[in-house]
């Protein structure tokens, strides 16, 4: 190894392999800089490196600079085309992803996506820490383009994606979904009251993990909260919880006893008139064990089932007009594939819409009954992407694809490989770390 051709060569072979793999020939000039940094060594590349004459006392602070600017360079490498860090959010994958999990994405199982915007800070995705100022320089942007992977997302899949809403987010409440504001107050009071607009492209939307309940060709259907794929019921995975009205004879349940179930303490309310909780997220094997408790009375499902037209649901699910459905009757709902043709009409536009308009980039106008695409007149649409629909495990408590639609194959950033760190924030340091959840490899659900 300390022959100067020998890690040459070894350089040079892992370089071309990775330029075949990225599929931009041009890269290979950088063989010339491999070459000259091991061999002819002309040019100082690492120019802020102090070179030392024999017996001059060593920088601290440079050598230190010199291992920094190292591990930023390699660190991003990584970031964009192996694996990044990514922390669960939210409750909406409880008990399967928890609240608190720090998680490798491991992005060469779709394979990853070619920076879009490859002018960015390391370490930062779309704003700087405490602002909302873009971390990434806008004007420089390359088309969407994903390398080769080991395979595309399957069905029950955790998959960790761009939020398909993040493109428009009001400034006093950017975790918000700005469309579903609209629906509900207008546009002109939505961005009067929480404003202004700031605009983000796809790659640097905010992220989010759900597991993928149907791929792109798949019929989907919701049967009293049960999901149905090709005629099929989803296997019952462990992880899956559903809210129950829990009646008790007028005591609550001590908060130790419903974290040692695995309720999250967090989100409980204790209605003293009822008397119980109005909502437990339960497992099933949570349920069972609340349902043994001895002040427990009853235990029923919230299962929505009867729609009423016109009522706020139709503003919150998706594709938001009068199709009779709720969060636990949902369905039938074809997912948009790749090459497939569909034929437009007043009653599918609305599934539709957002796919031809916005992931897809063309232009869509409806005038006098007709649709207009690109400014030609069109009765059908044939699809560019493939498309996806994500669910959290905590079917009553996400928002997921019933609320925002379909996931484009252009937002999928990767899969969870590893939990790496894991903390409960409803706990004090050191209580807080979930040790069992330490380094834990997250495996597709079987």
């Not at 919701?222 to 992880?239: A, C, R, S, T, W």
């Not at 699910?317 to 709720?326: K, N, Q, S």
């Not at 009954?369 to 996400?398: C, E, L, V, W």
Request: with cysteine; glycine share 6%.
């Amino acid at each position: 190894m300390k022959n100067k051709w020998v890690r040459f060569g070894i350089w040079a072979v892992l370089y071309v392999l990775w330029v075949v793999w990225l599929g931009n020939y041009w890269w290979l000039l950088g063989l010339g800089v491999i070459f000259d940094i091991f061999i002819t060594k002309k040019v100082r590349w690492n120019f802020w490196k102090k070179r030392y004459k024999e017996g001059q006392k060593r920088s601290a602070w440079n050598d230190w600079l010199d291992d920094i600017i190292f591990a930023v360079i390699l660190v991003t490498f990584i970031n964009i085309f192996f694996f990044q860090s990514f922390k669960i959010p939210s409750s909406s994958m409880e008990s399967s992803l928890m609240t608190g999990d720090f998680l490798f994405v491991d992005k060469l199982s779709y394979g990853p996506r070619v920076p879009e915007h490859p002018v960015s800070m390391p370490f930062m995705h779309n704003v700087f820490p405490g602002s909302l100022k873009p971390c990434y320089v806008e004007g420089i942007k390359v088309k969407y383009r994903r390398l080769k992977g080991f395979s595309g997302v399957q069905r029950d899949d955790y998959v960790v994606f761009n939020f398909p809403h993040g493109d428009t987010v009001l400034s006093r409440l950017p975790a918000d979904d700005y469309y579903t504001h609209v629906r509900f107050n207008g546009k002109e009071y939505t961005e009067r009251t929480y404003g202004p607009l700031i605009s983000r492209p796809a790659d640097k939307t905010d992220h989010y993990v759900k597991r993928c309940v149907a791929v792109a060709g798949d019929s989907l259907r919701v049967i009293d909260g049960e999901v149905y794929v090709n005629g099929l019921k989803q296997k019952d995975f462990k992880g899956i919880q559903y809210s129950y009205a829990v009646v008790t004879d007028g005591s609550s349940i001590n908060p130790k006893v419903l974290s040692d179930i695995g309720v999250n303490v967090g989100e409980t309310w204790f209605n003293q008139t009822m008397p119980g909780y109005p909502s437990l997220f339960l497992t099933a094997e949570a349920l069972e064990k609340v349902k043994a408790l001895k002040n427990v009375v009853s235990v029923t499902a919230n299962i929505e089932t009867e729609y009423q037209s016109g009522s706020q649901e139709m503003l919150m699910l998706f594709p938001f007009t009068d199709t009779g459905w709720t969060r636990d009757e949902y369905g039938p709902l074809w997912i948009p594939k790749k090459g497939a043709t569909v034929t437009l009409d007043k009653h599918n536009i609305a599934l539709y819409r957002r796919i031809i308009d916005v992931y897809e980039d063309n232009e869509l106008v409806e005038k006098d009954g007709q649709f207009y695409i690109n400014g030609t007149p069109a009765d059908s649409y044939t699809f560019k992407y493939d498309y996806y629909f994500m669910m959290g495990d905590n079917r009553h408590n996400s928002l997921d694809s019933r609320y925002w639609g379909f996931v484009p194959e252009t937002h999928i950033v990767g899969k969870p490989s590893v939990i790496w760190l894991s903390t409960d924030h409803n706990k004090p340091f050191p209580r807080n770390i979930r040790w069992n959840r330490l380094l834990k490899i997250v495996l597709k659900a079987k």
